[in-house]
């Protein structure tokens, strides 16, 4: 008797975002194992960037690297189980008043992750935002 379990990848469709990519991303291959998303909020560029840092962080990643001057954060988290990596890109971009997070999570090997980078980067917005709250609400 077989059974089917689904191998679902990471699909952008459960996560609002805004379509705009950062040219300083590349495009994800067709395998379901990579996810960018753009979102905006209505937070200046250097206090979103210091609370996406701090959303990275609290993910616990294997390796992390903050460019401040490119607000630019390069992570590498680690699969426990099996030990496989995963790359992070967040970039923020100023506009106006507004800025803009983008967001790339890859698997490194494989065609599928389970869904693992989408989970992931659903995470780190939903960390950003409790920040964000937090901010909005101390005013």
Do not use: W
């Not at 840092?53 to 993910?59: R, V």
């Not at 294997?62 to 699969?79: N, P, Q, R």
């Amino acid at each position: 008797m077989a059974v089917y379990f689904p191998l679902q990848g990471s699909q952008t469709s459960d996560i609002p975002s805004n379509p705009q990519m950062h040219p300083d991303i590349e495009e994800c291959p067709d395998s379901p194992n990579c996810i960018v998303v753009s979102k905006r909020f209505e937070t200046e560029a250097d206090q979103l960037y210091e609370f996406l840092e701090k959303a990275i962080a609290d993910l616990n990643p294997h390796e992390s690297e903050a460019d401040l001057s490119e607000l630019k954060i390069k992570s590498v988290f680690k699969i426990p189980l099996f030990g496989f990596k995963d790359d992070v890109l967040a970039i923020v971009e100023a506009d106006g008043a507004n800025s803009v997070v983008h967001i790339k999570s890859s698997s490194r090997v494989g065609y599928s992750d389970l869904g693992v980078n989408r989970r992931r980067v659903k995470k780190i917005f939903r960390k950003l935002e409790s920040y964000l709250i937090v901010l909005n609400n101390s005013d």
